[in-house]
T-cell receptor, first 111, second 116 residues
Framework: RKEVEQDPGPFNVPEGATVAFNCTYSNSASQSFFWYRQDCRKEPKLLMSVYSSGNEDGRFTAQLNRASQYISLLIRDSKLSDSATYLCVPLDGDSSYKLIFGSGTRLLVRP | GAVVSQHPSWVICKSGTSVKIECRSLDFQATTMFWYRQFPKQSLMLMATSNEGSKATYEQGVEKDKFLINHASLTLSTLTVTSAHPEDSSFYIC????????????FGPGTRLTVT
């Protein structure tokens, strides 16, 4: 089983739509989670940190279900500029400093 | 805040030569910096973790004598790719954790290395 599993997409949605990404992780010892976005040929940029059951920042809401080892990201009122790859990144529970990167979910927002 | 820079942003070199990449935290002190590599359409792969003033910790399968890491200060880490080969061509990205913050890593803009 992969350490982080995400639907690679692409998710193709119209502007203004609400879209949700799901992520499952294998290490139950992971305590902290992050959502990063990565544009093509660019570095990852931190979108949100999740230390408890969830977090909300403007149009973005993350929810964590530790029992199911599942974390989601909801984007409301999608903008064209939201088009990117979204990376669900658990902190390695065994090391407390390594981030575990998967391949992410690609989002395309169309006009 | 939490800005990380990298230099150069891209470099082309010949096989057998060495290339040095610099990673700087501009507005914070970073006790720990990380070096990643990313091939096209693949996820980031951690190469090594460096702590200021001590030897880097390399991930399994990463040759420490080929990828030399120096973390001489709280704001600067360097990665030197020695005796570069075409298969070393990749996108190299550094990240840093703040000394006083949480577990978030802030990434530099990356260096695109092409070895001919």
């Amino acid at each position: 089983r992969k350490e982080v599993e995400q639907d690679p997409g692409p998710f193709n949605v119209p502007e203004g739509a609400t879209v949700a990404f799901n992520c499952t992780y294998s290490n139950s010892a992971s305590q902290s989670f992050f959502w990063y976005r990565q544009d093509c040929r660019k570095e990852p940029k931190l979108l949100m940190s999740v230390y408890s059951s969830g977090n909300e920042d403007g149009r973005f809401t993350a929810q964590l279900n530790r029992a199911s080892q599942y974390i989601s990201l909801l984007i409301r009122d999608s903008k064209l500029s939201d088009s990117a790859t979204y990376l669900c990144v658990p902190l390695d529970g065994d090391s407390s400093y390594k981030l575990i990167f998967g391949s992410g979910t690609r989002l395309l927002v169309r006009p | 805040g939490a800005v990380v820079s990298q230099h150069p942003s891209w470099v082309i070199c010949k096989s057998g030569t060495s290339v040095k990449i610099e990673c700087r935290s501009l507005d914070f002190q970073a006790t720990t910096m990380f070096w990643y590599r990313q091939f096209p359409k693949q996820s980031l792969m951690l190469m090594a973790t460096s702590n200021e003033g001590s030897k880097a910790t390399y991930e399994q399968g990463v040759e420490k004598d080929k990828f030399l890491i120096n973390h001489a200060s709280l704001t600067l880490s360097t990665l030197t790719v020695t005796s570069a080969h075409p298969e070393d061509s990749s996108f190299y990205i550094c990240s840093a954790r703040t000394a006083s913050g949480g577990y978030e890593q802030y990434f530099g803009p990356g260096t695109r290395l092409t070895v001919t």
